[in-house]
């Protein structure tokens, strides 16, 4: 009998060793081999600029944070769509675990790349608006990640422009093209009805025109306004020149645009933004999430933030009421 019950305690004492060395995927706990896994994990960008680079680090860094390890493919459009539709159909076939879409149209060209591998964005202003997901609550599908549109963001801009510089014509260089810069446009107009303002639009197609269309506007606005626009904001130097020149505000969209010359801004910053994209990123991979139950996230800490040498250019007395924070 003894002997019997030495070899009933062996076998349990096997077994218990043989679950902890495995773990369980029902308890949730994690594999030695999952530990070690590194991703491939896709990038895509439609161009290269200050605020969707700091978006790339931040989510690189987020998932440094959660302990995944990955490898990037990034791929760069320069912002030619006919290469960024090249792009999303390389990284699919390449067979990655996860895309990163940086900018709306390089998340409409993965979305409509592939409908099973996940889809994490970011930069993106409108994302039920462009079709990427089914609602900002319950995604729906393989498509999720965070916005750069702040709703309180362009209200106080237009309010901003209109109490404290006096403006009444906003001059507004953006890429009809892209579906981000249209619905931005569009919201601002319609604010504009009630605010005894009017916008004054000129459109491009490259960045190569964004001097010559910030130019056309000389003489019929009295301040910018250059929102989260890739192509514009990719050319940014060349709207600056034109409204140091004329001595014209200029709002702009986002916090990086104000450290190249922008007058202010009320905004977030990217890095932010990507990290929380980075984040939503890691859960996917660990199994721990699905794009489709994610919900979207909207940028959090709204501030004003100005450029003190502009300002100063401008003959602008700031303010205490402002509470502006400069940039650096």
Not at 22 to 45: F, L
Not at 155 to 164: A, D, G, R, S
Not at 289 to 300: E, F, H, R, Y
Request: proline share 3%; charged share 20%.
């Amino acid at each position: 009998m003894k002997r019997k019950w030495n070899k009933a305690l062996a076998a349990i004492f096997g077994a218990t060793l043989l679950l902890s060395a495995c773990g369980t995927s029902s308890g949730g706990s994690t594999t030695t081999a999952e530990k070690e896994k590194t991703y491939k994990i896709g990038v895509t960008q439609i161009v290269e600029h200050p605020s969707l680079n700091a978006a790339y680090d931040g989510f690189k860094k987020a998932l440094e944070d959660a302990g995944v390890k990955a490898e990037y493919d990034v791929q760069i459009a320069q912002g030619d769509n006919s290469a960024n539709t090249t792009i999303a159909t390389n990284l699919v076939s390449s067979g990655v675990d996860l895309i990163f879409a940086n900018s709306t149209p390089s998340a409409q060209a993965v979305a409509g790349a592939t409908p099973d591998i996940p889809i994490v964005f970011t930069s993106v202003t409108d994302a039920v608006g462009a079709e990427l997901v089914d609602s900002m609550e319950s995604p729906g599908g393989n498509v999720t990640g965070t916005i750069d549109n702040h709703p309180d963001a362009i209200p106080n801009t237009m309010k901003f422009l209109k109490e404290e510089l006096g403006a009444k014509k906003v001059g507004m260089v953006f890429n009809s093209g892209e579906a981000n810069s249209r619905a931005q446009v569009d919201a601002v107009k319609a604010m504009l009805k009630d605010m005894d303002m009017t916008v004054v639009e000129a459109s491009v197609a490259t960045s190569a025109d964004v001097k010559q269309a910030t130019e056309s506007l000389i003489g019929k606005v009295d301040s910018l306004y250059i929102i989260t626009d890739n192509t514009v904001v990719s050319a940014l130097e060349s709207v600056v020149q034109v409204a140091n020149e004329q001595k014209l505000p200029m709002m702009v969209g986002e916090f990086d645009s104000v450290k190249r010359g922008g007058l202010a801004a009320y905004g977030f910053e990217y890095y932010d933004i990507g990290y929380e994209a980075g984040q939503m990123a890691a859960k996917i991979l660990k199994g721990e999430s699905k794009p489709a139950d994610l919900p979207v996230q909207v940028p959090q800490n709204l501030k004003l933030i100005m450029n003190e040498d502009t300002a100063t250019a401008l003959g602008l007395s700031i303010k205490d009421e402002w509470k502006v924070e400069f940039s650096e």
